[in-house]
């Protein structure tokens, strides 16, 4: 307990610390932020009176800490082109990024699970080269073009499914709707996860078969299937456990790439088009909160492995 | 002297028992010649000829033309030039600045690399695609950025391997009687420590040169990469998105390539750490 | 609303447990199915048409003057009437406009018992608020460097007086000038309208249901519309910005209109389940030189520019063949009845004198464009291939519609050396005032007194053969500025799925697309 209490405590400073780097990254950006205020008929003095009432004059660190407390309340302040809220657009987009990400993410963690284990256990084995050769081919794959080539196969050529979007308008209630249009991007991000995710398993199997107490439950007799299953799987799974709070920042990142691909309404097409458009809150606003969960990220997979493993709690 | 010549051994073992590892240093080889010697073909990747645009492959144009007529195939190899450029000169960036980081935080410890080991903890854990893009928009569009961008963020891998290498190498007696007998700690890193981690470094190198292409290539599908009218494999597939009811092999040939080269980067990779760390072979024979 | 919001969870919670293999939501994908039979196919009394980007969620029916916006306040606004190409009238909201001898005052008669979509009497009223906001906020109205004044005569009279009598009078009062509701927009000192917040009160033939960033924009017909509710109960207008996944999502009649770029015509030329249309918008597309950048200042240096390049590779690029594009050199379309090349400077090709123009001169410069237009992008790539030649290296600038409005038509701004577009204006040469007239919005950025004394002039003449020699003399003074290089005017083609009727009633028109949207069918 106290660990954790410890860990929350380190984990401010590093935050404040990533605010600030991205509040000087947005400072350093080539643009006026009092664009994304006025509008294009204001005259000087307006524009002059909104800068002083929007407190763009004072010294950056006092500019600093305002920005800070808007961010905690939610507000990430208006994009410079379409002047819309960006908290508001977040909350519609970060939805739509997770209800591909999550089920994409677990799917791709189960069967890394099972791919790993079974090429770990049968090393240098037909089953082991070939998952590893896959996924060495997976890892040298661009996920964009993987995107694509389903999507010419499942989307112009069988016409299987639909190539873009989460919904068909006017059917944003329907289930097998977003069924079909959720089935290729899932495909391709699941994809996309495994390989990295494989090895990971695959190595720390290999390691742990090598350790002492393999050894001793072998020559005690037991069975290759009773040791992997018994004591290797689980003194593998539990380093996993803290990937999984290490992934926390894929939420909203993870998918940008394939979202931009079959135009999933998510966080990535709008990163894209507002890098694109230069648009620096937009941009911004994603690096801090990409950020920030980064962080919190870290924070969830030390405190998951200290909950899992007991031994980390009397070593601090 | 003698270990020395195991772990060259080990290596040409590897590359002779391992079929993938040859096909990868031929492919490699290829493609750095065919990337070096395009430039003396006579045809100018763009040259435009409006009105061929969009054809299909033919003697002529092996792989058709483009949207502007201009022929498709040399573009790729044009374009590989550009991702295998992207790709060395980022990872020189990266280990330059890897190996400054690593070194220092390993050689003067405490406060020091505390401090240099939050910062690669921060930049690692940043998803590269966010950094790369929002520093990437205080840089001028360009070939020049994008390595440097590239390289600014993928250097951290670098940094923590070198670290440990310099932890481990600081415990050996040789260095640390040249410390006691007071020589400066910078000749001591250069020619004491810098050996040792230098194998390190190289199988780092190869891994890093398929990640920067792997980056690259992504930043220019995404359309934030090289600037027209050059074109990386990356961009070629961007455009090539456009066509590819009409002409679904102009996303073949650029797909492929990078595969096989990332590919065969990684590959190069694993064989050289055997040269690294020649337990690895050995334990793998036991079994 | 809080329907929605409890579907959006149950498809995450579906999503979810399908893949912790529970599969418990069968009931759920059952009910789903019944309504999903046609599976992804367009809904059968919704008309989905595809456009090539986002509006914003700003809507300015006074400013709009980017295509989707404008076709945005073609379903939600009307004009008092239209004018078709042809020069039938197609009367909404007025049912007569008389003028009176001198050809000063016109009169307008509107129709009995007009409504606003949200049930309030249209009256004279608005009208008069509508053209006083206009005149307030810009000078496009202007005739003979006066205001045009309106009047209220009765609830449904209006009157128009002219300082002079004007030939294009009648054309400047309707083109793209939608009549503004009064009791919503006085006092409130802006007419941005919130399409995520504010209800959108028109007169049009539909209203806007919904929008949604990046994604589309959903109309319902409006049963106040002047001319008879229509006869399609929703319109959509789906963003897509991938032209090639737009044409894919047209062959799977995921959507029912679009326009198409000539590459993709003949995957649909000869299929019985789609109609395709060919026709003009009087669309001149150019290249502008940007008159306030620094590098541009020289007009030795310009000329140089417009030396380096040739009309016919760029269009080809872009339209692929002379029967979607035709060569012009003046600011006027192809197609209109002033043309003429008499005099005009023509910029033919020569690269010799183009080096020896541009030889003190910059040599870099960043082009501006829309990304999403396949169109720009090959011109831009053709015109950097051009002008490599002379030695110039040109930057491709390619940027969002949104982007690019506001960098093209922010006349101070020097980001960029060079824009490319296109527009599309009226019938009647006035229209083009706005263009280079630097009292007016003055969108390429002209500063020349004689080409604004010779439009309005122009646009004050009454006799036709004195106003084509003030077009002609126009065009020669434009065509010498060296700021706009015209390239040509294209076609449009459209594609329809074969489900979508009425096309005939509704006429294709500039811009929009469809003229009266509410004439069209759905089978």
Not at chain 1, 285 to 290: A, F, T
Not at chain 2, 82 to 98: C, F, P, R
Not at chain 2, 155 to 165: D, F, G, H, Q, T
């Amino acid at each position: 307990m106290k660990y954790i209490v410890k860990r929350i405590l380190q984990a401010i400073p590093l935050l404040l610390i990533i605010t600030f780097i991205c509040f000087m990254l947005i400072n350093l950006a080539p643009y006026d932020a009092i664009d994304s205020i006025t509008t294009p008929d204001m005259t000087k003095q307006e524009i002059e009176a909104k800068r002083e009432a929007y407190g763009l004059n004072d010294p950056v660190i006092v500019q600093y800490g305002r920005w800070l407390g808007n961010i905690c309340r939610g507000e990430f302040g208006y994009s410079l082109r379409s002047r819309t809220s960006i908290s508001y657009d977040l909350k519609s987009r970060i939805p739509s990024t997770i209800k591909l990400v999550l089920p994409s993410y677990l799917t791709a963690f189960l069967l890394a699970i099972v791919l790993g284990l079974v090429a770990g256990s049968h090393k240098n084995q037909w089953q082991d080269k070939l998952i590893d050769g896959i996924c060495s081919i997976g890892i040298a794959t661009p996920t964009f073009w993987f995107a694509m080539i389903i999507m010419f196969f499942f989307g112009y050529k069988l016409e299987l499914f639909p190539l873009m979007g989460m919904h068909t308008i006017g059917k944003e209630d329907s289930i097998l709707d977003f069924l079909q249009h959720f089935i290729m991007p899932y495909v391709v991000l699941t994809v996309g996860f495994i390989p990295d995710l494989t090895r990971y398993v695959r190595g720390s199997t290999i390691g742990q078969l090598k350790e002492d107490y393999v050894i001793v439950q072998k020559s005690f007799g037991a069975s290759k299937a009773e040791i992997l299953f018994r004591h290797v799987s689980k003194n593998v799974l539990l380093p996993l456990i803290t990937k999984l709070g290490m992934a926390l920042p894929m939420l909203v990142t993870g998918a940008v790439i394939t979202e931009t691909i079959f135009s999933w309404p998510g966080i990535g097409p709008y990163f894209v088009s507002a890098v694109q458009a230069m648009d620096y809150p937009i941009v911004m606003s994603i690096l801090v909160l990409s950020g920030t969960l980064v962080i919190l990220g870290n924070l969830l997979s030390d405190i998951l492995y200290c909950v899992t493993d007991p031994r980390i709690k009397s070593m601090k | 002297m003698k270990k020395k010549n195991r772990r060259l051994e080990n290596v040409k073992y590897e590359f002779k028992h391992n079929k993938l590892a040859i096909f990868a240093a031929i492919y490699l080889i290829a493609i750095i010649l065919v990337s070096i010697f395009v430039v003396f073909s006579s045809v100018d990747p763009d040259a435009l000829d409006v009105a061929h645009k969009l054809q299909s492959p033919s003697s002529a144009h092996w792989f058709g033309t483009d949207e502007l007529g201009r022929d498709y195939f040399i573009r790729v190899l044009y374009g590989g030039r550009v991702s295998l450029v992207v790709g060395v000169l980022a990872m020189l960036t990266s280990i330059i600045i890897g190996v400054t980081v690593g070194m220092v935080a390993g050689y003067f410890g405490g406060i020091v690399d505390n401090i240099l080991m939050r910062i690669v903890d921060v930049f690692s854990s940043i998803p590269w695609i966010i950094m790369v893009t929002v520093v990437g928009l205080l840089f001028k569009k360009g070939l020049a950025s994008i390595i440097i961008v590239i390289g600014l963020f993928s250097w951290m891998e670098i940094a923590r391997l070198v670290r440990s290498e310099v932890l481990s190498a600081k415990e050996r007696e040789y260095v640390q009687y040249a410390d006691f007998i007071g020589i400066p700690s910078g000749k001591v890193i250069m020619s004491h420590v810098f050996p040792t981690v230098f194998p390190t470094i190289i199988t780092a190198a190869t891994a890093q040169i398929a990640s920067a292409i792997m980056v690259e290539s992504s930043l220019s599908f995404l359309g934030l990469g090289v600037a027209a009218p050059m074109s990386s494999w990356g961009s070629l597939l961007q455009s090539s998105q456009q066509y590819l009811q009409k002409a679904p092999y102009m996303a073949v040939l650029p797909g492929i390539l990078i595969i096989l080269t990332v590919y065969s980067f990684n590959k190069l990779g694993d064989v050289l750490r055997v040269f690294v760390e020649p337990r690895i072979t050995a334990g793998d024979k036991d079994e | 609303m809080k329907k929605k919001v409890i579907s959006a969870l149950l498809c995450a919670a579906m999503a979810v447990s399908m893949l912790a293999g529970c599969g418990g939501s069968k009931s759920d994908s059952k009910k789903a199915d019944k309504s999903a039979t046609e599976s992804t196919k367009a809904a059968s009394d919704t008309f989905t048409f595809a456009i090539g980007g986002d509006t914003g969620n700003t809507l300015n029916p006074i400013t709009a003057d980017d295509r989707w916006g404008l076709m945005t306040c073609h379903m939600v606004y009307s004009p008092a009437y239209y004018i078709y190409q042809d020069g039938t009238m197609d009367w909404i909201l007025a049912e007569s406009m008389d003028a009176s001898e001198d050809g000063k005052v016109y009169t307008m008669k509107l129709k009995e018992g007009l409504k606003w979509s949200d049930g309030e009497p249209l009256t004279a009223d608005d009208i008069v608020f509508t053209f006083n906001s206009i005149n307030d906020m810009k000078q496009n109205l202007y005739v003979g460097g006066e205001p045009i004044k309106v009047e209220k005569v009765d609830d449904t009279t209006v009157t128009f007086t002219l300082a002079e009598p004007s030939a294009s009078v009648v054309e400047l009062l309707s083109a793209e000038t939608f009549i503004l509701p009064k009791h919503i927009f006085e006092g409130k000192g802006s007419f941005d309208v919130n399409m995520l917040e504010d209800q959108v009160v028109g007169s049009g033939p539909y209203m806007l249901e919904e929008y949604k960033t990046g994604e589309h924009l959903k109309f319902v017909k409006n049963p106040n519309y002047a001319n008879g509710e229509a006869n399609i109960d929703t319109i959509v207008y789906r963003i897509i910005e991938n032209s090639d996944t737009a044409s894919l999502a047209l062959q799977k009649q995921e959507v029912d209109a679009l326009s198409v770029t000539v590459d993709q015509v003949d995957t649909f030329e000869g299929d019985d389940n789609f109609t395709v249309s060919k026709y003009s918008e009087g669309r001149v597309s150019y290249l502008r030189l940007n008159s306030v950048a620094p590098s541009m200042k020289d007009k030795d240096y310009r000329e140089g520019i417009f030396r380096a390049l040739n009309r016919d590779e760029i269009m080809t690029a872009a339209f692929t063949s002379e029967d979607y594009y035709k060569l012009g050199y003046t600011f006027l379309p192809y197609s209109s009845s002033y043309y003429t090349e008499d005099g005009v400077e023509k910029w033919d090709q020569d690269v010799d004198k183009a080096k020896k123009l541009t030889a003190d001169g910059a040599k870099s410069l960043k082009l501006c464009y829309v990304e999403e237009s396949t169109e720009q992008k090959n011109e831009a790539l053709t015109i950097q291939a051009e002008l490599k030649a002379v030695g110039i290296d040109v930057e491709l600038c390619g940027v969002n519609q949104a982007a690019y409005m506001s960098a093209a038509y922010d006349l101070e701004c020097t980001d960029y050396d060079m824009f490319l577009g296109a527009y599309v204006m009226g019938i009647d040469p006035d229209t083009f005032a706005p263009l280079f007239d630097s009292t007016k919005d003055n969108m390429m950025n002209f500063h020349n007194a004689d080409i604004d004394a010779k439009f309005s002039e122009a646009a004050t003449t009454l006799d036709d053969s004195k106003r084509k020699e003030l077009y002609s003399e126009l065009q020669v003074l434009v065509s010498e500025e060296a700021l706009q290089y015209p390239m040509g005017t294209s076609m449009k083609t459209v594609v329809t799925t074969a489900r979508v009727g009425g096309l005939d009633d509704a006429q294709f028109v500039p811009i929009y697309t469809f003229g009266d949207v509410s004439k069209l069918t759905l089978k």
